[in-house]
């Protein structure tokens, strides 16, 4: 059985966005041959929208997924809502995402679970 994703997220740091604002970030997350950027703060799209709080206590999150390392800036993101290799996820229907941008915006728990789940399922070839 796959380990939950809360259980392989490090604890968020302070980091300096793109914009210019202050905000928490957690590390990406290797899902196979994915990454998962998933993230939960004040000052992101996820629920409660609050810093500090242990990652059982959120429950939708805002989510990004990489076929590389995030840290590429020449790498595009992957969205699952328009990408046939996750079809038939009926949670990614909560993807609040244009075709054209890769994070998903209140992703529920289960639903990032799920994602989780097979990006490692499609790395092992199922």
């Known amino acids: 059985m796959p380990p939950k994703f809360q259980e392989l997220l490090e604890v968020p740091k302070l980091t300096e966005s793109v914009h210019g604002w202050h905000q928490y970030n957690r ?30 206590d959120y429950y939708k999150w805002e989510v990004a997924l990489f076929e590389q390392c995030p840290w590429n800036s020449e790498q595009p993101w992957v969205n699952p809502k328009h990408d046939k290799r996750f079809e038939g996820l009926g949670c990614l229907l909560s993807w609040e995402s244009d075709p054209e941008v890769g994070v998903g915006a209140g992703v529920p728990s289960e639903c990032v679970q799920a994602l989780f789940e097979r990006c490692l399922a499609l790395t092992e070839g199922k």
């Open 27 to 56: 590390e990406a997350i290797k899902a196979g041959n994915f990454w998962l950027s998933i993230q939960a703060s004040a000052t992101q799209y996820c629920q409660p929208r609050e810093n500090g709080l242990d990652n059982a």
